[in-house]
């Protein structure tokens, strides 16, 4: 497959995954809001779980349902966002250095990893991979600094790269901190930043839309803007 | 205030641990938001509204989880 039909593909099944989080998102609160509803109304219920031997009656269940939707679905469906723009941004990358290696061209690798490769595409694969995994763990605007180094692309806009760090920064905490902001977020986030060191990081509803609607232009700016500077199919 | 679609009180719920939020008709939703602004209460609605059938629609809004509940009942409460 040609370059450009590669990044499309991914362009696609990326803005596609998106929005299927979104709605998994959406239709999920809202089976818990008729839940609500209907408990509210007067519908009697009562739910067992074996494996944990919990009991719940509407009234607890419905209570739940409030903590499901505003503490863990809005956290994990958050995290999921990013975590497909990460899958993208990284996709992205390794296909355009797959293609353009020569940026690569001082990187080093260990004599055995040459004599287990395959051809000299898997040789430049294993120096991609490497170079990526090491980019993962600078700061997101280092990632698009090193994606401008490699293209000029144009986009996305230094406004949008500080709402994604600041996207990021918030999924890293929720992950790794158990949810309550640290120095580490507050220097990420920058001037984004939501939360101060030793806040409870939240994730409310509009900012949970407006971080959807911020992933899903980058990426199609950016696979846009991708696909136009590669080299186009060959009939 | 009376719910319009029950025609009974309306309640905070306050079951759960994620802070207590409100079922309101969606035609009341404006006078209640503006009676919690009045009483400096944080609160997020939902972006959607829920009707099931041909029943009026119902808005949901969430009070923070440090919401004094027993205060916004009162708030309502307060209102004929």
């Known amino acids: 497959m040609a370059m450009v039909d590669d990044l499309q593909d991914l362009a696609n099944r990326t803005l596609a995954a998106l929005d299927a989080s979104h709605d998994y998102f959406t239709y999920t609160k809202r089976v818990w809001r008729l839940l609500q509803k209907l408990v509210k109304g007067g519908e009697k219920l009562n739910f067992r779980n074996d494996a944990t031997g919990t009991k719940v009656n509407e009234r607890t269940l419905a209570g739940r349902g409030q903590i499901y939707v505003s503490v863990y679905l809005m956290s994990s469906t958050f995290q999921h966002l990013v975590s497909l723009f990460e899958d993208f941004f990284f996709d992205l990358l390794r296909m355009w250095l797959a293609a353009y290696p020569h940026s690569l061209s001082r990187k080093q690798l260990e004599f055995g990893t040459v004599l287990k490769a395959s051809d000299k595409a898997a040789i430049v694969l294993a120096v991609v991979d490497k170079e990526l995994n090491e980019l993962k763990y600078e700061g997101l605007a280092d990632w698009f600094s090193y994606l401008d180094r490699l293209v000029k692309l144009g986009c996305p806009t230094a406004d949008e790269i500080e709402r994604l760090a600041e996207i990021k920064a918030s999924r890293d905490i929720l992950v790794h901190n158990k949810g309550i902001a640290n120095a580490a977020y507050v220097t990420k986030a920058g001037s984004r930043a939501r939360f101060q060191d030793g806040a409870k990081l939240r994730v409310p509803e509009r900012y949970h839309r407006e971080s959807w609607e911020t992933i899903k232009k980058v990426v199609g700016d950016v696979s846009a803007a991708a696909i136009a500077k590669a080299p186009p199919s060959q009939p | ?80």
Request: avoid cysteine.
């Open chain 2, 1 to 80: 205030m009376i719910d319009v679609i029950t025609h009974k009180p309306i309640e905070v719920s306050t079951d759960g641990g994620a802070g207590p939020y409100l079922i309101v008709p969606f035609e009341q939703l404006h006078k209640i938001t503006a009676l919690l602004d009045s009483d400096r209460v944080s609160y997020s609605v939902d972006e959607e509204v829920l009707s099931v059938g041909d029943e009026p629609e119902v808005a949901f809004i969430n009070l923070d989880e440090e919401t004094d509940a027993m205060r916004v009942q009162r708030l309502l409460d307060s209102v004929p």
